[in-house]
């Protein structure tokens, strides 16, 4: 079945510092993926889209400069959460679609981020 | 307004029994609806999709779109089915609206 790869799975960092969170698809290419945060005990919360190629769709009271995506490839997407604070911590998950076919969300396992 | 609603935060059942879990969606047009599983530890994995009308870890789901539900029945719960639920919805463009989830605990 098709996997997607979330790296790192924990990562904490010091306030003011920046993270990088990768997701990648291995066994399929993805135009389309998302990212994802979970608050603890509470629904994922779509934060962006993130398009092959192109700029990433952010929702609403997402800031883009603060959440950067970069889509470079068709298997690789990357969140980085810029200046990070300690309001950031949280559950990041991604998620992506085949290319050209089912549309079904395939879920990376997440990344914890603490920001101290 | 595009929506999903789980009403129950938590289900408890005992092993044996059945389960029924809750979800209503709203949408003006015609719904591809979704349910994910969330086990402990592990990542939100697709259970089923109404448009497969399968059976999955007898598991299923029968779109009502008169009641604009969706919900998701087992007759006989086993301990392993604990785990969390997300109800979804996909209106077309990808972007799945999540419900809240509802956490199922299998009692023994």
């Known amino acids: 079945g098709a996997v997607v790869s979330q790296h790192p799975s924990r990562v904490i960092c010091k306030s003011g510092t920046s993270v990088k969170i990768e997701c990648r698809s291995l066994?399929?290419?993805?135009?389309?993926m998302f990212w994802y945060r979970q608050f603890p005990k509470q629904s994922l919360m779509l934060m962006a889209t993130?398009?092959?190629?192109?700029?990433?769709?952010?929702e609403q009271g997402v800031e883009k400069d603060k959440f950067l995506i970069n889509h470079a490839s068709l298997t690789l997407s990357t969140l980085t959460v810029t200046s990070a604070h300690p309001e950031d911590s949280s559950f990041y998950i991604c998620?992506?679609?085949?290319?050209?076919?089912?549309?079904?969300?395939?879920f990376g396992a997440g990344t914890r981020l603490s920001v101290l | 307004a595009q929506r999903v609603t789980q009403p129950e935060k938590l289900l408890s059942v005992f092993k044996g029994a059945p389960v029924e879990l809750k979800c209503n969606y709203s949408?003006?047009?015609?719904?591809?609806l979704f349910w994910y599983v969330q086990y402990s530890r592990q990542r939100l994995q697709l259970l089923l999709r109404?448009?497969s009308r399968e059976s999955i870890k007898g598991f299923t789901a029968d779109l009502n779109k008169g009641e604009t539900s969706f919900h998701l029945k087992k007759p006989f719960a086993q301990e392993e089915d604990s785990a969390m639920y997300y109800c979804?919805?996909?209106?077309?463009?990808?972007?799945?609206?999540f419900g809240t989830g509802t956490r199922l605990k299998v009692l023994a």
């Open positions: 979804a919805l996909n209106p077309g463009t990808y972007k799945y609206i």
């Open positions: 993130s398009n092959e190629g192109s700029k990433a769709t952010y």
């Open positions: 109404h448009i």
């Open positions: 066994d399929f290419q993805a135009t389309t």
């Open positions: 949408y003006s047009g015609s719904p591809e």
């Open positions: 998620s992506a679609i085949p290319s050209g076919g089912q549309d079904i969300q395939y």
